[in-house]
């Protein structure tokens, strides 16, 4: 930590000296005529500072980043050497070990088992009884279980057979280290070396010191410090040698700020492509994550699209025989929909009321105070929505659903989310119609007022006809908004993902399982994990596809009237 | 003429109508607006309302002892040995010695149940900083647990009191006492209890048979099992409380009843069963009378909310009671809500960590969002050429301005985390997640302002031989800053109350003490307020509802300060060509 | 038809042609906008029959003039009309009478072609459905091939009446639009310089139309074109800094102007 940030100290006083560097050059290059150089001599300085500054920076960032883990990969990688005889050792023992050829052998024959029971029950045309080949299997399931932690726990003892046989001395430790990292599964070896590395440099607090820690620990602080020195020599070296490079360019004739401008605008471009990156990032991170995902549920792609079961947990408890059904997820789209169509049903008709009055009849004062009025409402974070659906909204319904009669009504329902959102995109769907509305050109209505037409059939019959494209467009991006809102129905609507229209049973949407899956306790490789990646796949799409077309047609319709 | 004439006719005829639909169609705007602005209201109204109790709380002043060999268990007055006392000890005596007669191990642990022992960590840190305390007397003050805390603001207990008729004799027997009047005194409180019975046994049927038909209709297993026993429960309990509605018969209460208490001589007694006859009492002693032998006057005291149904015992609730007219509660404004972080007891949590954090949060959005928007929209606007990639880079951010949150969070998660191993729940990775959620706002509000500079400043610019970057850096940028600026401000603020991408990268874990505001306050967990809010929604507390809403506004305040900063540099910096 | 100049706005009348019935009356009609003064006092008589042209320099207050005849300065939020304005006696400025009405009584071109997003036919029954004055198709049909043959666009549109207006060429919009307009059969026409978007042929086309209606409405036009004045109009009217300076027959104005600055600017030397 102290060797990097005194190179980045020696850098900056470097980047500095090149200004100055610079500056002089350019002006003893000059004759004392400043005037005759190309640049202001400000911009010789600012060359050579980039040249000082930019490359070594680029070095020490790239070391920040991979740095680590190409010392973590060295170091082990010798420790894991030390470790060859303890691991010979450790393979021969368990070779010879009859509890775990025994314990081996039933695990093989309990798998073969599993996949055959599986691949019939799966084959479609199984004929006895389901149910009890079903129980059988999760019966082999458990057995399996218990089967592979008696294996792990006589590995464990052969391990620690073998360890406790290793001699107390620096190189046993060493070997002790290495075999430990060896053994250790990815999660746990992930753990070790982050245990290490807290002894040996500082990083946080160690949840475990041992003597192997402690080997490992000595292990990598050599090969790091030889690391940390060798960047930081490059970095300096490259500093100097960019600075002398530079240096050695420039000449009254040298077009120092055509050179520095095209560095800002490499900058500016760069800042650009980042909102690129963003895009390509979403679309890959999810389309990696959701093809493991598929690949998990055996491509059944179509099932996950088109079934109408959904429930993950049930697929975590009982280890995959629940899974065939398990990720349809036809009701988190039904349940998506019903919510948004609920909260267009009322954003829609108040939120185009709203648009038209306030541009066509309101008077400027009127307009001073409502137009704010409707900023603040799409101001409100959406967790406040949520809290307000919650704890006002949706129990006042549900009594109204009770006091009306019916008596399954509940607090979290479709009904009180779809309301509260549409409350929410009042205001998306009243200032985008202003816009819309706006952009309609006065000549229209002045033929329709001439014409003998009232206000509201003007507006009716030849404003809004002439903004109905805008308005779709607007329309949609609310659609795609609600699809997405996430808050309000993770707080409002429920979890029970129940296939139905009834607006006043909860229904779970995408947004919802998403969060249900990704918050608590989870282990990023199960498919339940990552069939939220899959839900965000589905989402990213339809409200892409959603977008590309409003902003389409919003553009068209833009043109016509510009 | 005449026909011009009848065409005036016609259109006469049909004006009143037109008329009529005319208003009919201004009333419907006029009807949309204020839909929404009583909705604005009733959004704002009851998060006001929801948010009182927060505000205040009731706090217990005791005389605590500081025994010597409590709170200093080596006895050589040494730091060490002071951070060793039984501090909940000393509070627990000071509690104990309110109520002398209170000896059970049970009733104890309900008296104790008034405070959080958390509370002692701060006498503790008392002592220590003063240590000549130590063998004093020193009154200690500590807020009251949040079920006390609600029954005091008469949040949660329906209660009322009336006066009993006639004499009332004190019997002791064994462990309990029977309370006998002079007539059937009990005769009316049997009556309202039992007839509170009643309805509660309706309702429970009509739950019992909600579940029935649910179970009925349930496909899965697990869940029609869950109904199943739901319905018998709610079955049982309709069918106990139907057996003591016989009217002649002994009414015994239980937690599912209303609670009777009786206030007589300076005791109070529980009543566990009122005779048939309604002219005795069998109860137990929850603080004990000055004396035994006969009452003149006496007060019921009935706790309509039964037991079952509150956080709050009987005996808890009659020591609440004696402290609060001992004068030894006080009701005050309640600063831990701003001081404190995050608690698992609601009378200690406050929203200072979240706030911090979502500083954190918010600066590493800043930081990154604003150079790197304002860099993007620089280069679009005044020096990209009209090409394909431009163009897609244009299409891009609009599109990326639509793309729900949450999408940001599962990027986060995939590339952040997973990818890159950055630490979860970290303000810098959440600032992160949020910098790339606000770019496309801060991009496309900078490019509005930079089109709003007129050409012609660039071309004045141009004119006098200026590079096009100075004509930018110089010119065009610091008449466009103001514009910028607030755009900036405006995607900081929607950052600051976002949620749901949040989520998704652990910023819900439960922050105890607030993160540091130094460097390494970036990388460790940490939560943000709109977080907070969503973890207190959902908490089972019943303080935490009003505590969540009072958390609301101090998040709207915030986004408050924050529009109000941009609306105040539109107004000052605003200029128009 | 007798005028005389109110007290402190000098207009200047010549003696009006017998034969011309007077249609629209006003009288000192005075126009703000956001209390910024764009008519001041204006006094005329638009005759039946016939075209009446409002002349003169950019923002001299003619179109605003042209406006208050069917009140479409009612639209603009901030417009205070005062002054008298009557339609064969009947005054327009009162409380009790409804623009709507009004309107369904005085046409109005305006200077763009403002056909609405709709079909050719559905352009031309705009007017006559809002106002009611058809009870079945066969008649809705009947008055918009009427109305198109009166504006002498039927032949080219008669087999594409369900094509939307937008899609004609810009004469042809202002045909369309001036079709819309006498399809309810108003009494008055209001033209707001109805050939300044236009090309030459595609004015001439107007001008002979404006000709033809003259026949049965009373027409008032906005024109930039001293020559457009000239060529349609019977009186003429000519306004400076939001007054009327001159009123009298066309060929009287052009040839003999009684004011300086009409003779100023009828020869050309601003504008």
């Known amino acids: ?562 | 003429m005449t026909e011009a004439r009848t065409i005036r006719d016609a259109v006469e005829a049909r004006l009143a109508r037109r008329h009529r639909a005319e208003r009919r169609f201004q009333l419907y705007g006029l009807g949309a607006i204020v839909l929404a602005v009583a909705f604005l209201v009733l959004l704002i109204g009851s998060i006001l309302y929801q948010s009182v109790p927060a505000f205040t709380a009731h706090e217990v002043t005791l005389e605590v002892e500081l025994d010597p060999a409590l709170v200093d268990p080596r006895g050589d007055g040494s730091e060490a040995s002071l951070r060793r006392g039984s501090y909940n000890t000393v509070i627990q005596n000071a509690l104990q010695a309110q109520f002398p007669d209170v000896d059970e191990r049970s009733e104890l642990r309900e008296l104790f149940g008034l405070y959080s022992a958390v509370n002692a960590a701060r006498l503790l840190n008392t002592v220590v900083d003063q240590p000549e305390l130590v063998g004093a007397r020193y009154a200690f003050s500590f807020p009251i647990s949040d079920d006390a805390d609600l029954y005091l603001k008469g949040r949660t207990v329906d209660e009322r009191r009336a006066a009993g008729d006639g004499m009332l004799t004190i019997i002791p027997s064994e462990a309990d006492v029977t309370l006998r009047a002079d007539s059937p005194a009990f005769q009316p409180f049997a009556d309202a209890i039992r007839a509170e019975a009643a309805a509660w046994a309706d309702a429970a049927e009509a739950r019992a048979a909600a579940s029935w038909r649910s179970a009925q209709e349930t496909i899965d297993a697990d869940t029609r099992e869950v109904l199943e026993a739901e319905a018998e429960r709610a079955g049982a309990l309709a069918e106990r409380l139907r057996s003591r509605l016989a009217p002649d018969q002994a009414l015994v209460l239980d937690a599912q009843a209303p609670s009777f208490l009786v206030e007589a001589d300076g005791g109070v007694f529980r009543v566990r069963q009122i005779s048939a006859d309604r002219t005795s009492a069998l109860a137990e002693t929850v603080i004990a009378p000055a004396g035994t032998g006969a009452a003149e006057r006496w007060t019921a005291w009935v706790l309509e909310t039964p037991a079952a149904a509150r956080l709050i015992t009987d005996r808890q609730l009659v020591w609440v009671r004696a402290l609060a007219d001992r004068g030894l509660i006080e009701n005050r404004f309640n600063t831990r809500l701003f001081t404190n972080a995050d608690s698992r007891e609601p009378e200690l949590a406050g929203v200072m960590g979240a706030l911090t954090g979502s500083i954190l949060t918010v600066l590493v959005t800043m930081l990154l969002a604003v150079p790197i928007g304002v860099g993007a929209a620089i280069y679009l606007e005044e020096f990209a050429p009209k090409n394909r990639l431009t163009q897609i880079i244009e299409v891009n951010i609009n599109n990326l301005a639509a793309v729900p949150s949450i999408v940001f969070g599962l990027l986060g998660l995939a590339v952040f985390i997973n990818a890159f191993g950055l630490p979860r729940s970290a303000p810098l990775v959440g600032g992160m997640v949020l910098a790339l959620m606000t770019l496309p706002t801060v991009i496309i509000s900078s490019r509005a302002a930079l089109k709003a500079v007129p050409p012609s400043i660039r071309e004045a610019a141009l004119g006098v031989g200026a590079s096009k970057t100075q004509a930018v850096f110089h010119h065009v940028l610091p008449l466009a800053a103001p514009g910028i600026l607030t755009g900036s401000i405006i995607g900081l603020a929607q950052a600051l109350g976002e949620t749901a991408p949040l989520l998704m990268i652990g910023m819900v874990a439960f922050i105890a003490d607030p993160p540091s505001l130094g460097f390494s306050g970036f990388t460790e967990p940490a939560t943000v307020m709109p977080v907070q809010i969503f973890i207190w929604s959902s908490s089972a507390e019943r303080a935490f509802e009003a505590r969540t809403a009072a958390a609301i506004l101090v998040l709207l305040g915030l986004m408050i300060l924050f529009n109000a900063v941009a609306i105040y540099l539109r107004r000052r910096f605003e200029r128009r060509w | 038809m007798d005028l005389t100049a109110p007290d402190g706005a000098a207009t200047l009348y010549h003696p009006t042609p017998a034969g011309l019935d007077p249609k629209v009356a006003t009288r000192e009609v005075s126009v703000t906008y956001g209390g910024k003064l764009a008519l001041d006092r204006v006094t005329l008589n638009v005759p039946d029959r016939s075209v009446t042209a409002c002349i003169g320099p950019s923002g001299c207050g003619k179109s605003t003039f042209l406006r208050c005849i069917n009140r479409m300065n009612d639209t603009i939020d901030n417009a205070k009309v005062t002054g008298s304005i009557r339609i064969d006696d009947e005054e327009v400025n009162d409380r009790s009478v409804d623009p709507v009405v009004l309107r369904a009584r005085v046409g109005m071109v305006f200077q763009k072609p403002n056909p609405f997003p709709k079909s050719i036919y559905d352009n031309i029954a705009y007017g006559p459905r809002i106002h009611g004055l058809a009870s079945s198709r066969e008649e809705l049909d009947a008055i918009v091939e009427t109305s198109l043959k009166k504006a002498g666009l039927w032949n080219e549109v008669a087999d594409r009446l369900a094509q939307p207006g937008t899609s004609l060429s810009g004469g042809q919009q202002q045909r369309l639009v001036i079709a819309r307009a006498i399809a309810v059969n108003p009494e008055v026409i209001l033209m707001d310089e109805p050939c300044s978007a236009l090309d030459p042929i595609a004015t001439a086309r107007i001008e002979e139309l404006i000709d033809e209606l003259r026949e049965n409405y009373a027409l008032v036009i906005v024109t930039h074109s001293m020559a457009q004045a000239a060529r349609v109009s019977q009186m003429t009217a000519f306004f400076h800094l939001g007054a009327l300076v001159e009123y009298g027959p066309t060929e009287e104005i052009f040839t003999n102007p009684l004011d300086q600055r009409t003779q100023d600017y009828i020869t050309g030397r601003f504008g």
């Open chain 1, 1 to 562: 930590m102290q060797i990097s940030v005194l190179v980045a100290l020696t850098l900056l006083v470097l980047t500095a000296v090149g200004f100055l560097v610079g500056r002089r050059r350019a002006l003893s290059a000059a004759d004392g005529q400043p005037a005759s150089l190309h640049s202001l001599p400000d911009y010789y300085g600012y060359y050579i500072a980039l040249w000082t500054g930019a490359p070594a920076l680029f070095l020490l960032a790239i070391y920040g980043i991979f740095g680590a883990a190409l010392v973590n990969t060295l170091a082990f990688g010798q420790l894991e050497r030390d470790a060859a005889p303890l691991i010979r050792g450790y393979e021969a023992a368990l070779s010879q070990d009859a509890d775990h050829q025994i314990l081996s052998g039933r695990l093989d024959r309990l798998n073969d088992q599993i996949a055959g029971l599986r691949a019939e029950l799966q084959g479609g045309t199984h004929s006895g009884d389901v149910e009890a080949d079903v129980r059988r299997l999760s019966a082999l399931t458990a057995e399996r279980n218990q089967v592979q932690a008696g294996l792990a726990e006589r590995r464990s003892e052969v391990a620690s057979g073998i360890e406790a046989r290793t001699p107390d001395t620096p190189a046993g430790r060493r070997a002790l280290a290495g075999f430990e990292h060896w053994r250790a599964t990815p999660e746990r070896r992930e753990l070790f070396i982050a245990d290490a590395r807290a002894l040996a440099f500082d990083e946080g607090l160690a949840s475990r010191d041992t003597p192997a820690l402690r080997a490992a620990a000595a292990a990598l602080q050599p090969v790091e410090r030889l690391f940390q020195w060798s960047a930081a020599g490059a970095a300096l070296a490259l500093a100097v040698a960019g600075l002398a490079f530079a240096r050695s360019r420039v000449s009254r004739r040298f077009r120092a700020r055509d050179r520095v401008e095209g560095a800002i605008s490499a900058v500016l471009l760069l800042a650009s492509i980042i909102a690129i990156l963003t895009t390509v990032g979403i679309v890959f991170s999810l389309l990696f994550e959701s093809i493991r995902f598929f690949a998990a549920i055996d491509w059944r792609i179509h099932e996950f699209l088109f079934g109408t079961q959904w429930s993950p947990q049930i697929a975590i408890r009982a280890d995959q025989v629940g899974q065939s059904g398990a990720f349809g997820a036809v009701p988190l789209f039904a349940g998506t929909a019903l919510i948004t169509l609920i909260a267009m049903a009322v954003a829609v008709p108040v939120g185009l009321f709203a648009a038209i009055y306030l541009s066509e009849y309101a008077g400027p004062g009127f307009r001073a105070w409502a137009k704010p009025a409707l900023e603040i409402l799409a101001g409100v974070p959406t967790v406040v929505y949520g809290f307000f659906a919650l704890l006002t909204v949706g129990p006042a319904l549900r009594d109204f659903a009770l006091f009306l009669g019916y008596e399954d009504a509940v607090t979290q329902s479709a009904l009180s989310a779809g309301l509260v959102m549409g409350v929410m995109i009042i205001p998306f769907v009243s200032s985008l119609s202003d816009d819309v509305i706006n952009a309609v050109p006065q000549s229209l209505r002045d033929g329709a007022y001439a014409m003998g037409a009232t206000k509201s059939e003007t507006v009716r019959q030849v404003v809004l006809p002439a903004a109905l494209p805008g308005i779709v467009g607007a329309v949609l991006l609310a659609v795609s908004r609600a699809v997405g809102e996430t808050m309000i129905v993770v707080m409002a609507a429920g979890q029970g993902a129940n296939l139905t229209a009834n607006p006043l049973e909860s229904v779970t949407t995408i947004t919802v399982q998403i969060v249900m899956l990704l918050t608590g306790d989870q282990e990023f490789d199960s498919a339940k994990t990552l069939s939220a990646f899959a839900l965000g796949l589905v989402l990213f799409v339809m409200t892409l596809m959603l977008n590309i077309i409003a902003l389409r047609v919003v553009q068209r319709f833009r043109e016509r009237y510009d």
